[in-house]
């Protein structure tokens, strides 16, 4: 677990804002946002809807939509290289060969026009220098990676003659194409069943152990998390509320939103053995819209342990124990 | 569920096949095998979970109880009485007692009519409650679901996805059903609001007496909520026990992988691997011969290809559809 401590990341963001002008005004979906990812490494980025996970993981691959939302600030570095600042070229160069996604609608994100073999070597004919022949040749090894059966015969079938779960298998073969060295994965089991689920979980944990991608997965799902990943980013409201490793994280989470949040999971290791009633945790109140102004924490509303100070000031995230970072000022009274 | 006790809906053999049509003439070419001889009941005051992968029939088998759907063939008796027989007044009478609750809050509210227009409507066209006193009785749904009065004049779009499904909550409530059938009530929410929801729902059963189907994909949050679980796959009820005999003691193949399958909420177990299903679902157009489950089942025999097994009671109130057990 503390593989990263002496390696240089291989992608750093840096005060990340991001701005959307929409018919309320402007606001930021994400303000202020500041991550490391380290070579080999499962980064998780959780949070609730609307709390800027996706869009933090758009602005990686500067996918976000322009005219209405801008990247306003910060620094996004891979390589040496400071990506919000790289020319359209370098960009194309960079995306789905260095640094590739893989989105969380299977269903959507595949061209229903083309065959599945056009579109997986397109990607390796246009970011590699190799002939038509070769690319097949790759693909199919690939597509035998992610354990689809038959892949010759895959090859040469349209998107809708696939199920769900083999779809998302195709999607992860173009990511791990051109050998990445970062895949961002935005809730890729969301749209799946557990049983799938937890076959498309193994075939991404078993590729990084073979192939040594870093990972971002992006999801709301704190289960599929505690599985997973080695570090975890919290975030609330447009902002990181905690980061730190996943034990850590869980055992002892530093910010009260993510002690609310666990405790409020529904988990079959905590039912009782008698049939009683077990009550569920609740998180008073709603996630705010980023279009209400604040002072203060943002959290500050629904917050068990607010005072008077949260109302007023706003807590900067910083490191209170060796990696585990909060933005709290009350951490040390969560038990 | 006791065994004397008289329950309060009962479920017999229920099929549901849908044509699937092609061509010009609208040929029917195949059916969906979308529910393919269910049965169940449940009791006064108790809740059943309904619990399931996409397409094995949960919601189905939901709309063919709350009569939003005919089924091919089977019964469903509303203490003792099969819905399918009623004439309009009856069929009208047995709504008022069983209502639902579905799964997309942004699409089962009308959004050209405020909230408080929505919970009174019920009333109104069943006329429960007298015209003059449907504000009040609004008002007081409101409380009791956990929105506030001052709402009432608002429309669906104002209110957020936990908010909107109290809204269908305390509209199902306005008639005082003795059923309510919650087809994924909380899947489109987030976690933090999940248990809002699922906690409201416990409360009003203590409350009242009343009855849920619970049906989710989610085998956690239908764990928490369920007394009895039944586990469906391709149109079937694979297993049905009490929740903690299926949670620790499950007995059927498929409920063994499913469970698995649920990853759990802590780090410091560490990530199994362990009987992983293989393959998929097939298709309920094609349904295998046999155990529907036998294509993807680790322990499967050649008997289970050939002969379909039916739901028989292995112990005291767990039953099981399986050859092996």
């Keep these: ?335 | 569920m006791k065994k004397d006790s008289k329950p309060l809906l009962t479920v017999k053999n229920l099929y549901m096949h849908f044509p699937i049509r092609r061509g010009l003439f609208q040929k029917t070419v195949a059916h969906a095998h979308a529910v393919d001889g269910v049965s169940f009941d449940i009791a006064s005051g108790e809740t059943l979970g309904l619990v399931g992968e996409s397409g094995c029939g949960k919601t189905t088998v939901g709309r063919i109880i709350v009569s939003l759907q005919k089924p091919t063939k089977g019964k469903v008796l509303l203490e003792g009485k099969n819905i399918f027989d009623f004439n309009k007044k009856k069929l009208k009478n047995f709504k008022r007692n069983v209502q639902i609750i579905f799964q997309d809050p942004y699409s089962s509210l009308n959004p050209r009519m405020t909230a408080g227009a929505i919970v009174g409507e019920p009333m109104i066209i069943h006329n429960t409650v007298p015209r003059n006193e449907i504000n009040n009785e609004v008002k007081r749904l409101f409380n009791r679901v956990g929105l506030h009065s001052e709402q009432i004049d608002r429309y669906p779009h104002e209110f957020s996805g936990g908010q909107r499904q109290r809204l269908s909550i305390a509209r199902a409530l306005s008639l005082k059903p003795r059923l309510i059938v919650a087809d994924e009530p909380v899947s489109a929410l987030d976690v933090s609001i999940q248990a809002q929801v699922v906690n409201l729902l416990t409360d009003l059963q203590r409350d009242s007496q009343l009855s849920y189907i619970f049906i989710s994909h989610d085998i956690n949050v239908v764990g928490y909520i369920s007394k009895r679980i039944a586990v469906m796959y391709l149109g079937q009820i694979m297993e049905l026990a009490p929740r903690h005999e299926i949670l620790t003691t499950p007995l059927h193949p498929y409920t063994e992988s499913l469970l698995n399958s649920v990853p759990i909420p802590n780090p410091n177990i560490g990530y199994k691997r362990i009987k992983r299903l293989k393959g998929e679902v097939p298709s309920s157009i094609n349904p295998p011969l046999g155990c529907p489950f036998h294509t993807r089942c680790p322990i499967a025999e050649k008997k289970c290809s050939i002969e379909k097994p039916v739901l028989r009671e292995i112990q005291s109130n767990h039953f099981v559809a399986c050859h092996l057990r």
């Design chain 1, 1 to 335: 677990m503390n593989r990263h401590i002496n390696n240089q990341p291989i992608l750093s963001i840096k005060n990340l804002r991001v701005i959307f002008s929409g018919e309320f005004g402007e606001a930021a979906a994400i303000n202020d946002v500041s991550f490391d990812l380290f070579p080999k490494e499962t980064l998780a980025v959780v949070g609730e809807s609307g709390c800027g996970k996706t869009v933090t993981a758009l602005s990686i691959l500067r996918l976000i939509q322009s005219p209405q939302g801008k990247i306003e600030k910060g620094l996004i570095e891979f390589e040496g290289k400071n990506i919000l600042k790289l020319d359209t070229k370098s960009l194309y160069r960079l995306r789905g060969n260095k640094i590739s996604m893989i989105f969380q609608e299977p269903m959507t994100s595949l061209n229903p026009v083309l065959t599945i073999g056009r579109q997986l070597t397109e990607v390796l004919v246009f970011h590699q220098n190799i002939t038509e022949k070769e690319a097949q040749n790759k693909t199919i090894e690939m597509l035998q990676l992610v354990q689809i059966p038959d892949p010759k015969n895959c090859l040469q079938q349209y998107p809708h003659q696939l199920s769900g779960g083999m779809r998302q298998r195709i999607m992860i073969a173009m990511a791990l194409l051109c050998d990445p060295r970062v895949l961002i994965a935005d809730e890729p089991t969301t749209a799946l069943d557990v049983t799938i689920q937890a076959q498309i979980l193994d075939l991404m944990l078993e590729i990084q152990e073979k192939l040594g991608t870093a990972i971002i997965l992006i999801t709301h799902d704190l289960a599929v998390v505690a599985n997973i990943a080695d570090r975890v980013v919290v975030m609330y409201a447009g902002k990181i509320v905690e980061e730190g490793k996943v034990k850590e994280i869980y055992n002892n989470p530093r910010h009260p939103y993510t002690h609310g949040l666990l405790k409020s999971l529904p988990r079959l290791d905590n039912l009782n053995e008698n049939n009683k009633e077990i009550r569920l945790t609740e998180m008073p109140g709603l996630v705010p819209s980023i279009y209400t102004k604040r002072i203060g924490c943002s959290f500050a509303p629904r917050c068990p342990l607010g005072t008077e100070r949260c109302r007023i000031e706003e807590p900067l995230i910083k490191t209170v124990i060796n990696g585990h970072r909060t933005a709290c000022f009350e951490w040390e009274n969560i038990n």
